[in-house]
């Protein structure tokens, strides 16, 4: 019994990474070269002087009018030399520094205060520690119809090793669910590492109202507000010149500790398809679990690595297609090494996020 149980799971886990597959590839790439829109770009930033210089001189790279769009620098109370590093740098563009004051933190105000000095018609958001490319804006630009309120961008996670490659396969399947499910109708994840939506939205929406008890999902809230309100108004730019690239974590605490910042905003989410998602996928891993446990001690038949690798030929099948767009590559070792450690990890990371605190810019939050 345990054993059709076990197997019937993969199936089903298989089955419906295939239907993802399926809905990524039918993600229309239309395109409005005709367009000529001015775009905000909102970098929020704390502690990121390391970083933020390049990302400022690859905008200044950026194929686009410069007289089209604006960068605004909201810093979150940086205890570094970021504001030297922005006030310091030679922008051919119009670059603004701005500061939170008060007593106001977080990335939600930082945002929110950009928002209310931006001037142009679509505001782009990106973070202090990713890269972009030369069509960014482009993209972006061309990706817009009159419908069109929201546009999720596409993420790549550079990897420099095994453990680097491990989490841009991880990432990588994000990226694809969450371009998957506004192709279905179902927009329920984004990353505010490269997002945009028109500025006259935001304040419609109410923004943040009701998720700054949270210090993290910026993104997502504000896209489910979105699809609420607009519904069938939210699209993926599917389109190379587009991705925004990011590092992953050096060590694993530092990435448990991202992955629980993450999970932090899941017991606020109220959407019926997101509650059902994090359900399945945690079913799905204990019954791998499960699976490797009766393998080992001969209650459960070989027939389970037949399914169990079905099961991986599905996700990197539907992986693979994603890091076309991304233009960035995994081994296929990369992809046993992840299937075989991921139910492990996923059962870790739930208790983790139950009982453990989290730090995110040298701040501590439960």
Same mark, same amino acid.
């Given at each position: &019994? ?9 199936? &089903? ?143 790549? &996670? ?30 329920? &994840? ?177």
């Amino acid at each position: &019994m345990i054993e059709w149980v076990v197997i019937g799971v993969a199936v &089903m886990h298989s089955l419906i990474f295939l239907f993802l597959y399926l809905a990524f590839r039918r993600i229309e790439t239309k395109t409005y070269p005709e367009n000529k829109l001015t775009f905000s770009i909102l970098i929020p930033v704390r502690n990121e002087q390391e970083n933020i210089g390049n990302l400022l001189a690859d905008i200044n790279k950026l194929d686009y009018p410069t007289d089209m769009f604006e960068l605004i620098v909201v810093d979150d109370n940086s205890e570094d030399k970021t504001s030297d590093v922005v006030q310091s740098f030679k922008a051919g563009y119009d670059l603004r520094y701005v500061e939170l004051e008060g007593d106001k933190k977080g990335k939600k105000p930082a945002l929110e205060l950009g928002v209310s000095k931006a001037n142009n018609e679509i505001i782009l958001t990106t973070d202090g520690d990713c890269r972009v490319q030369p069509n960014w804006l482009k993209s972006f630009n061309e990706s817009y119809d009159d419908s069109t309120k929201l546009v999720v961008g596409p993420v790549r &996670m550079e990897s420099k090793n095994l453990f680097g490659a491990l989490q841009s396969v991880d990432f990588s399947i994000l990226i694809g669910y969450a371009a998957s499910l506004v192709r279905l109708g179902k927009p329920s &994840m984004s990353n505010g590492a490269n997002m945009a939506y028109r500025r006259e939205i935001f304040s419609k929406v109410n923004g943040y109202e009701g998720n700054h008890q949270v210090p993290t999902g910026d993104d997502e809230f504000l896209l489910l507000k979105v699809a609420e309100h607009y519904p069938g108004s939210i699209s993926f730019v599917k389109q190379s010149g587009a991705v925004v690239s990011t590092d992953p974590k050096d060590s694993f605490a530092e990435f448990i500790n991202q992955r629980k910042r993450w999970l932090s905003k899941w017991t606020l989410h109220k959407n019926a398809s997101i509650i059902i998602s994090v359900l399945l996928i945690l079913i799905d891993n204990l019954a791998m679990i499960v699976g490797w446990i009766g393998l080992i001690n001969g209650f459960i038949s070989f027939w389970f690595l037949l399914f169990f690798a079905f099961r991986m030929v599905a996700k990197a099948l539907f992986s693979s297609q994603v890091n076309s767009l991304l233009e960035s590559s995994n081994h296929i070792f990369s992809y046993v090494m992840y299937e075989l450690i991921y139910p492990f990890y996923v059962l870790l990371l739930s208790f983790a996020s139950i009982f453990g605190n989290y730090t995110w810019k040298g701040r501590k939050y439960r």
